[in-house]
């Protein structure tokens, strides 16, 4: 896998449907041993609760449900259709269910589980794990302010600037971005600021 997209950090949100109390929460896991402790940890933070029902993907290709209790398919499925859209994998979402004593329906207990999963979702912040090219660069403080203007037109981020008798820099960056932008640096300043490659690897972006 070239690029996925999973979360930073943990999150929850919740809401409330006709008396209902549902809770979303989220985490990033790269097992199922990580998602399986997160699920038992929620379960136990909530035990009082009617239902803790949980989906989660993993980059392997690993995908597993549950409904936990709930109507076959009005819950677990709905879920995991969720992270399938939000483009998410390494993650795992629990959605815990208080009852309110008023019932949902099929129709309205999807629409319920699909949107505890979805403001979870929102409550993280996401990251592009991709394969990435670091690169340095030498330049006059002429062209610092060019320089800067170009890098918002990439999927990047500069690691390190050093403000000497010169300004040096290191900028990581979308491997398949790199000749792009190696070649737009070198031809903006006439060949004067030539970036180098110093390493690849697997880092993320925000998004």
């Given at each position: 896998?070239q ?15 006709r ?18 402790r ?11 609760a ?5 989906a ?16 076959q ?26 009852f309110?004593?008023?019932?949902l329906g ?12 979805k ?81 690849e ?7």
């Open positions: 896998m690029e996925y997209t999973t979360i930073h950090d943990t999150a929850q949100d919740e809401f409330v449907e008396k209902s109390r549902f809770i979303g929460s989220i985490a990033p896991v790269e097992t199922e041993e990580e998602a399986l997160f699920i038992a940890q929620i379960k136990q933070q909530h035990r009082d009617g239902h803790s029902t949980y989660y993907i993993l980059k392997n290709g690993v995908k597993r449900y549950s409904d936990d209790g709930e109507p398919g009005t819950a677990g499925v709905p879920m995991l259709d969720c992270l399938e859209k939000e483009g998410l994998v390494d993650v795992v979402v629990v959605v815990t269910r208080y309110g004593g008023i019932l099929t129709g309205g207990l999807v629409r319920a589980y699909s949107h505890g999963a403001i979870a979702v929102d409550a993280a912040k996401r990251k592009l794990m991709t394969t990435c090219v670091l690169l340095s660069m030498e330049l006059d403080y002429s062209f610092y302010g060019k320089i800067n203007y170009v890098l918002p037109k990439y999927v990047c981020r500069v690691e390190e600037s050093d403000f000497g008798a010169n300004v040096s820099m290191k900028i990581l960056i979308k491997q398949d971005q790199c000749e792009a932008f190696v070649k737009e640096i070198t031809e903006m300043s006439a060949a004067l600021v030539v970036p180098q490659i110093l390493e690897r697997f880092d993320y972006f925000e998004v």
